[in-house]
């Protein structure tokens, strides 16, 4: 179980306040989808559409970025 979950409508990690998901949780993340990276993918993909709607006024290509740019 990890600390570093989002806080939400605001998608700060509650374990060490950066946007999330943090390195922290990137890490965790990458290491729990070993072997399956297009399920990371797909996972990071419904946190994508989520957050889309909570943070409306980010650029889309940022938070293309930040949920999913990182799990290649």
């Known amino acids: ?3 570093h979950g ?3 409508p605001v998608w ?3 374990g060490c306040s ?3 998901p943090c390195p ?3 890490q965790e993340l990458r290491a729990e989808f070993d072997g399956a990276p ?3 993918t797909i996972y990071m993909g419904s946190y994508f559409a989520w957050a ?3 943070l409306a006024w ?3 290509g940022s938070l293309h970025a930040r949920f999913l740019g990182w799990t290649r």
Request: proline share 8%; aromatic share 4%; with cysteine.
């Open 1 to 3: 179980m990890t600390t």
């Open 6 to 8: 989002p806080v939400l």
């Open 12 to 14: 700060t990690c509650g």
């Open 18 to 20: 950066l946007p999330w």
């Open 24 to 26: 922290t949780r990137r």
């Open 38 to 40: 297009e399920s990371l």
């Open 52 to 54: 889309a709607e909570d």
């Open 58 to 60: 980010v650029a889309a």
